[in-house]
């Protein structure tokens, strides 16, 4: 009697190592791809050239204007969203965290503080526009004025 006993508790033992040591190689096998995500995502640059944050629009970023309204209305990017630096850390319900994010400003200086507000908070795919809204219309691209 003790021999099938044992006959099955041997193919058990296996059974389980098989799917132990299954485990660890699926899980070894994805954990690569998982990093290199994190990693692009935790390593995003704090800025690009104004013709990288026009590439990352044209791919669906979003374009984050931390100017005030005043300044807005003068002239902004085609479908960018104000939110004003001073109102950031109370409005990021508003920004979406599964898309790239460019802010931008006038010259740069806002921008990279509010890459730092959003990056404390988990936003980890921002990234400033280096020169910012003088930079763009340096550039000849479109601009848009009013509300």
């Known amino acids: 009697m003790n021999k099938p006993q044992n006959k099955n508790r041997s193919f058990l033992l296996i059974i389980g190592l098989a799917l132990v040591l299954a485990s660890i190689l699926l899980a070894t096998a994805f954990r690569p791809a998982l990093l290199v995500a994190e990693t692009a995502a935790a390593n995003a640059p704090e800025a690009i050239t104004v013709a990288e944050a026009v590439e990352l629009r044209k791919q669906g970023a979003l374009v984050l204007d931390v100017r005030q309204p005043e300044e807005w209305e003068a002239g902004h990017i085609p479908g960018a969203t104000?939110?004003?630096?001073?109102?950031?850390?109370?409005?990021?319900?508003?920004?979406?965290?599964?898309?790239?994010?460019?802010?931008?400003?006038?010259?740069?200086?806002?921008?990279?503080?509010?890459?730092?507000?959003?990056?404390?908070?988990?936003?980890?795919?921002?990234?400033?526009?280096?020169?910012?809204?003088?930079?763009?219309?340096?550039?000849?691209?479109e601009i848009v004025t009013g509300p």
């Not at 109370?90 to 990056?119: F, M, T, Y």
């Open 82 to 141: 104000l939110i004003p630096l001073s109102e950031l850390p109370k409005r990021l319900d508003e920004i979406p965290d599964d898309h790239n994010v460019v802010v931008v400003c006038r010259s740069g200086s806002r921008s990279g503080q509010a890459i730092q507000i959003l990056r404390q908070s988990g936003f980890n795919q921002t990234t400033s526009m280096n020169g910012g809204m003088k930079q763009w219309a340096a550039s000849d691209l």
